[in-house]
């Protein structure tokens, strides 16, 4: 049913040999260097994406899938809604924008009903959720688990929010410079009503912030780049005098993960991502997915059960 795709829908694998409709305008590769050119892009009003506008009414689709989540991640909704103004016939729009886990699972949800497969995504979403659940049993939540450090940029830094905070705290960890607060009306929000507890979008944090924060654990996860590339960033990072002062760095508790396939975007991966989170951050390496994408920063070796 899938004709197209965007430039950033690289899994499964199969989807990579349809046509790619969109294409982004940044060729910087270096952290600082995408953030100068994007945050300029965006101070002059300008998209950061191109689309094939040709291409995409030739394939004359019944359904578009979107998101109005980020307008540095991905095309936007308003650019999408000037395209399909111009199309005959006009093609349902279908715009996510989760902000939590179970936002992400129920947009699965609105996917399957817009292309009809109702039944089968409710069948997806059971079997995601059972996996959080599963991997959830090993977390004690009595205990006052350790200090996480989400990196979602190097240069600056940002520290991670949405579904990436929940993701943490669900598997035993805290994370002090973004947590996640309780909804007004939610009471304690523990145990089986932690979905009541969510969080704001990504933060800039200062470099003095993060070693006050003391980290235990810290993931170096840049949206958008690949394992390689998050090591050439961390690369970085570690050539810089305050690195050597987080206790995650002294005790080799760094983890590199390929983020654009496991936490930057809200897809069915984010359950991976989870599973690995409770594996690293309690010690149990056999929840690690087969294949994970990551490596420990200290011994330079692919992870327990990863790959590098």
Same mark, same amino acid.
């Given at each position: 049913?899938?004709?197209?795709?965007?430039? #950033?829908?690289?899994?499964?694998?199969?989807?990579?040999?349809? @046509?790619?409709?969109?294409?982004?305008?940044?060729?910087?590769?270096? @952290?600082?260097?995408?953030?100068?050119?994007?945050?300029?892009?965006?101070? &002059?009003?300008?998209?950061?994406?191109?689309?094939?506008?040709? &291409?995409? /009414?030739?394939? &004359? @689709?019944?359904?578009?899938?979107?998101?109005?989540?980020?307008?540095?991640?991905?095309?936007?909704?308003?650019?999408?809604?000037?395209i399909v103004e111009g199309m005959i016939p006009r093609p349902q729009i279908v715009s996510l924008n989760p902000h939590t886990v179970e936002g992400v699972l129920d947009d699965l949800l609105t996917v399957g009903r817009a292309v009809g497969l109702d039944r089968g995504a409710g069948v997806a979403v059971v079997g995601l959720r059972e996996r959080l659940f599963a991997a959830g049993e090993f977390v004690n939540p009595y205990a006052d688990g350790p200090s996480v450090a989400f990196l979602e940029w190097t240069d600056p830094l940002f520290v991670g929010g949405h579904w990436t905070v929940q993701l943490i705290e669900r598997a035993g960890g805290r994370h002090p410079l973004n947590p996640t607060v309780v909804k007004a009306g939610a009471g304690a929000a523990a145990g089986p009503?932690?979905? #009541? /507890?969510? =969080?704001?979008?990504?933060? &800039?944090?200062?470099?003095?912030?993060?070693? #006050?924060?003391?980290?235990?654990?810290?993931?170096?996860?840049?949206?958008?780049?690949?394992?390689?590339?998050? =090591?050439?960033?961390? =690369? #970085?990072?570690?050539?810089?005098?305050?690195?050597?002062?987080?206790?995650?760095? /002294? +005790?080799? /508790?760094?983890?590199?993960?390929?983020? +654009?396939?496991?936490? +930057?975007? @809200?897809g069915p991966r984010l359950v991976d991502g989870f599973e690995w989170l409770v594996g690293w951050l309690n010690g149990r390496a056999e929840l690690v997915p087969e294949g994970f994408g990551w490596r420990e920063w200290e011994t330079g070796k692919a992870g327990r059960r990863g790959a590098s």
């Open positions: 049913m899938l004709v197209g795709r965007s430039h #950033e829908c690289d899994w499964p694998e199969g989807v990579k040999g349809l @046509p790619s409709l969109t294409a982004q305008r940044v060729q910087e590769t270096s @952290p600082g260097e995408i953030d100068r050119v994007v945050r300029e892009a965006l101070a &002059r009003g300008e998209s950061l994406y191109t689309v094939d506008e040709a &291409r995409l /009414r030739g394939l &004359r @689709p019944d359904v578009i899938l979107t998101q109005d989540l980020c307008e540095v991640c991905s095309i936007d909704l308003a650019a999408v809604q000037r009503q932690h979905g #009541e /507890r969510v =969080a704001g979008k990504s933060i &800039r944090v200062t470099v003095e912030q993060l070693v #006050e924060s003391q980290p235990e654990f810290v993931v170096v996860c840049p949206c958008g780049m690949d394992l390689e590339q998050t =090591a050439l960033a961390t =690369a #970085e990072l570690a050539r810089q005098g305050w690195w050597g002062e987080l206790p995650a760095v /002294r +005790n080799g /508790r760094v983890g590199l993960v390929d983020g +654009n396939q496991y936490f +930057n975007r @809200p």
